[in-house]
């Protein structure tokens, strides 16, 4: 169990670019969450996957946002054309289905947009 | 929809003394979980306890134990005998028991300094 990895740790891009982050579950979770964390505050739920099909994403908080888990391991979230309101923290978390409701969840991805 | 409420921003505490972080949340389900996670300077977020709103009896793990009081929400962290690798934010989280995305709702948090 090496935990859940993400990549990369910071991201300082300008406003306007696109920027992408992974994140790496635990080997044998089969559901994938990502969560935005803003200064002071709580973790805020954005999608999740089982297995490769993205089951939520209604709370994805612009068309701005997607993610994609293609082969149902690693997972990917994008952001194009960057805002200054989208510098957060991107928390990735995996869970085994069944798996009594624990979430594991990595050291997330700073974002800072210039 | 839930909300999760913590209404203390910091605390403090001497280093072995005890302390204890409030929680309370709004919800109309009746099955439910509710956790508390620790977010040290590292910034991973590390469950501490989880509690059952099914079960009476409240979760303990270690010097961490909690006060479960379903009729009036709340749910607050007992932190026992206070180590200075405490030092941490604590949020405290929802999770509806027939939400096939085990989706968490989050508290604000509460930042914890344990002092020698």
């Known amino acids: 169990d090496t935990g859940v990895s993400q990549d990369p740790r910071h991201k300082i891009t300008k406003r306007g670019q696109n920027v992408t982050f992974r994140c790496d579950p635990i080997?044998?979770?089969?559901?994938l969450y990502w969560y935005r964390q803003t200064l002071g505050q709580g973790p805020e739920f954005l999608t999740y996957f089982q297995n490769e099909a993205q089951l939520e994403k209604s709370r994805l908080l612009s068309d701005r946002f997607s993610a994609e888990r293609p082969k149902g391991s690693f997972s990917t979230l994008e952001i194009q054309r960057t805002e200054q309101g989208d510098s957060a923290m991107y928390l990735c978390?995996?869970?085994?289905?069944?798996?009594?409701?624990?979430?594991?969840f990595g050291s997330g991805t700073q974002l800072s947009v210039l | 929809a839930q909300t999760v409420t913590q209404s203390q921003p910091e605390m403090s505490v001497q280093e072995a003394e005890t302390v204890t972080l409030s929680c309370t949340y709004d919800t109309s389900e009746s099955n439910y979980y509710l956790f508390w996670y620790k977010q040290p300077p590292s910034r991973q977020m590390i469950l501490v306890i989880r509690?059952?709103?099914?079960?009476?009896q409240n979760a303990t793990e270690n010097r961490f134990s909690v006060n479960f009081q379903k009729a009036a929400k709340s749910f607050s962290l007992k932190i026992s005998d206070s180590q200075l690798g405490d030092t941490a934010m604590y949020f405290c989280?929802?999770?509806?028991?027939?939400?096939?995305?085990?989706?968490?709702?989050f508290g604000g948090g509460t930042r914890l300094m344990v002092k020698p």
């Open positions: 989280a929802f999770m509806n028991y027939n939400n096939a995305g085990n989706m968490l709702t």
């Open positions: 978390a995996s869970s085994s289905f069944g798996g009594n409701e624990k979430l594991f």
């Open positions: 509690q059952e709103a099914y079960k009476q």
């Open positions: 080997s044998e979770h089969n559901r």
